[in-house]
């Protein structure tokens, strides 16, 4: 059973993985299909209008570009253009993130003292195991990553969209690697904006 335990815990790792959950907000009186141009807000680690997330070392400048250079690429693929002046801009854009450190236990037991077998000695179906039942333990560690996008409106100074996602951090060991990570959560993200596109 012990040998089994990594697999199935990876298993849960990729399936965790597998997709990139994402949450929305908006104003609904807002113009969205008018949204043309837009500009940068500063940006960071820390609160959002109200939203917690615990910054770390990990939260640096090299992913604060890499952030932002993707909401550069999914705002210009839907044909926004980037300006320099806030005030000529349709919206205002901003990002906050945060990684927080998570354990996460499981609980393995054997089958109650069967296991399966299909020996000439105890035919098919299950055999009895005399050495009773087993339990395994584990605890693991990882990181858990928020990104928070949002868009103000520069007339009123208000929020009028956000979109968030948190998921887990896999082992990241190359700058290419990081930046297709953060380009995949970005694009899960932006595939919500504006509110009522299509998704595919």
Same mark, same amino acid.
Request: hydrophobic content about 30%.
């Given at each position: 059973m012990a040998r089994l335990a990594p697999l199935m815990l990876a298993v849960v790792f990729l399936a965790a993985c597998s997709s990139v959950p994402v949450a929305t907000d908006y104003d609904p009186d807002f113009p969205f299909n008018s949204v043309r141009s837009y500009a940068w807000?500063?940006?960071? /680690?820390?609160?959002? +209008?109200?939203?917690? #997330?615990?910054? =770390?070392?990990?939260?640096?400048?090299?992913?604060?570009d890499r952030i932002r250079n993707a909401l550069d690429a999914q705002m210009q693929a839907q044909g926004i253009k980037r300006v320099p002046d806030s005030k000529s801009a349709d919206v205002l854009l901003t990002f906050h993130m945060g990684i927080e450190e998570r354990v996460e236990e499981y609980d393995f037991h054997d089958h109650f003292g069967y296991y399966p077998c299909f020996s000439r %000695?105890?035919?098919?179906?299950?055999?009895?195991?005399?050495?009773?039942? %087993? %339990?395994?333990?584990?605890?693991?560690?990882? +990181?858990?990553? $928020? *990104?928070?996008?949002?868009?103000?409106?520069?007339? /009123?100074?208000? *929020?009028?969209? $956000?979109?968030? #996602?948190? =998921? $887990?951090?896999?082992?990241?060991?190359?700058?290419?690697? $990081?930046r297709l990570f953060i380009v995949d959560t970005v694009g899960s993200v932006m595939s919500r904006f504006p509110p009522g596109r299509a998704q595919h």
């Open positions: 807000l500063e940006s960071g /680690t820390g609160n959002a +209008q109200g939203e917690a #997330s615990k910054a =770390r070392a990990d939260v640096n400048d090299l992913m604060r %000695h105890c035919g098919p179906g299950f055999g009895y195991y005399p050495g009773g039942i %087993h %339990h395994d333990h584990w605890t693991t560690e990882y +990181q858990q990553g $928020r *990104l928070i996008v949002d868009m103000i409106s520069p007339t /009123t100074q208000k *929020l009028v969209w $956000r979109g968030v #996602s948190e =998921r $887990r951090i896999p082992w990241l060991e190359t700058p290419e690697e $990081r």
